[in-house]
């Protein structure tokens, strides 16, 4: 794989660290700046719904831009909204602060994923996204544990400071490893038409893979967002198996991510068909025995897993349905991702402040995988229809 894709993933980790850091930091937030968990959590939305709309309009603005130059300017904005983010006082700033940072991570994942598949051969799209998904997985292994480790030993302020600090060597490696023929090469897909590239969300087949992205990802996020209250007072352990839990979510959401990436361009099918189904189970499973600590700690390794596996190769499946937009197809894999990663949050703080208690956003996950399970069998039976229509007009 070319050097500048894993350079790309070196991006994405930095900002999938800041994108994650907050399931551990939630608490600490809250006491600081005088608001309940519920609402510090609606920082995840907000920086969420920032990359829904981000995308797309970020993706269009910049569509003419060489990618290198898209890149660094998006990777910028997002180092000093962190930066604003570290010193501010007041929760509204910090909530602003994540809107704009979101538009930068939007801009920059969007041009990202649509310059990742033009790095590699049209069948190994999959393998690409899963490469850049990685720097994501690699967050939640390393990043994340290490921001709320640093979080609880100097403040949730150091982790933002300590985020716009590591944006510096992202920028380096984009700036060297994407050449300026590559800047050239991407500039000249420039020439499609914006408005021929929108309409390919007329076709049924890309909404639904973005359908199916954004219900799997609500749920994962649902999920993931509120570990930090089940890990501490529902299975009653100490602060510092926070770090621990979201350690074993990153390592199984890496392990999802290289597994999905080397099925998802061969066998999607088979990746959903099992995938699915045992991601409904897993959340099923944590709801019912996330009291116990040791089978917490085994479902949520298990669970980032199936949830990044299944999660990337409908991704994957968003970018193949998008072939005919070619500097807007990341913007719909980006949005897709992300209206998820939006609404699974306020779901979830929705039913962690009714008597469900803790496990709630965990309840909430398996509802949104259940309803995604519905809408891809219904799809099937739909697409089988079709094809024996078209077998009797012969």
């Known amino acids: 794989m070319p050097f500048a894709l894993y350079m790309l993933a070196l991006a994405v980790f ?5 994108e ?8 600490a937030i809250a006491t600081d700046l ?3 968990v519920g609402t510090a959590g609606l920082l995840t939305s907000a920086f969420a719904a920032g990359m829904v709309l ?3 309009l970020m993706a269009a603005f910049a569509r003419r831009w060489p990618p290198r130059t898209a890149l660094l300017a998006c990777l910028l904005l997002f180092a000093s909204c962190h930066v604003v983010a570290a010193l501010t006082p007041v929760f509204p700033i910090l909530l ?3 809107v704009l940072s979101a538009l930068a991570n939007a801009g920059f994942l969007a041009v990202a994923l649509s310059t990742a598949t033009t790095l590699v051969p049209t069948d190994r799209k999959g393998r690409a996204v899963a490469i850049l998904l990685s720097g994501t997985t690699i967050a939640t292994v390393a990043g994340v544990p290490a921001g709320a480790l640093l979080g609880t030993a100097a403040g949730w302020r150091t982790t933002f400071w300590a985020i716009s600090l590591l944006c510096v060597p992202a920028a380096i490696g984009i700036l060297r490893g994407i050449a300026d023929n590559q800047d050239r090469a991407e500039v000249s897909t420039g020439s499609s038409s914006l ?4 309409g390919q969300l007329r076709s049924p087949r890309l909404l639904v893979a973005m359908l199916l992205g954004a219900l799997v990802n609500g749920g994962t996020f649902a999920a993931f967002t509120f570990l930090a ?3 501490t007072d529902t299975a009653g352990l100490g602060e510092a198996w926070i770090s621990v839990v979201l350690v074993m979510f990153g390592v199984g959401s890496f392990l999802g991510v290289t597994i999905a990436g080397r099925l998802s361009d061969t066998r999607p099918g088979l990746v959903l068909a099992v995938g699915g189904p045992l991601l409904l189970t897993g959340w099923i499973a944590l709801a019912l025995a996330g009291s116990n600590p040791v089978l917490l700690v085994v479902l949520v390794l298990v669970q980032g897993m199936l949830s990044f596996g299944v999660g990337s190769t409908l991704i994957a499946q968003v970018l193949y349905a998008a072939s005919g937009a070619p500097t807007m197809a990341g913007s719909y894999a980006t ?3 992300n209206v998820g990663a939006a609404a699974g949050p306020v779901l979830g703080a929705v039913a962690l402040a009714t008597e469900a208690g803790e496990l709630a956003p965990i309840w909430v996950a398996a509802g949104l995988t259940a309803l995604a399970l519905a809408v891809m069998l219904l799809s099937r039976l739909a697409g089988g229809a079709r094809t024996q229509r078209r077998e009797v007009s012969f």
């Open 20 to 27: 994650f850091m907050l399931a551990g930091l939630l608490p």
């Open 34 to 36: 005088d608001v309940t």
């Open 96 to 98: 602003a602060a994540r």
């Open 195 to 198: 408005r021929a590239e929108l």
């Open 54 to 56: 981000g995308a797309p």
């Open 335 to 337: 949005a897709a991702l």
């Open 14 to 18: 930095v900002m999938g660290t800041s």
């Open 229 to 231: 209250p089940v890990v």
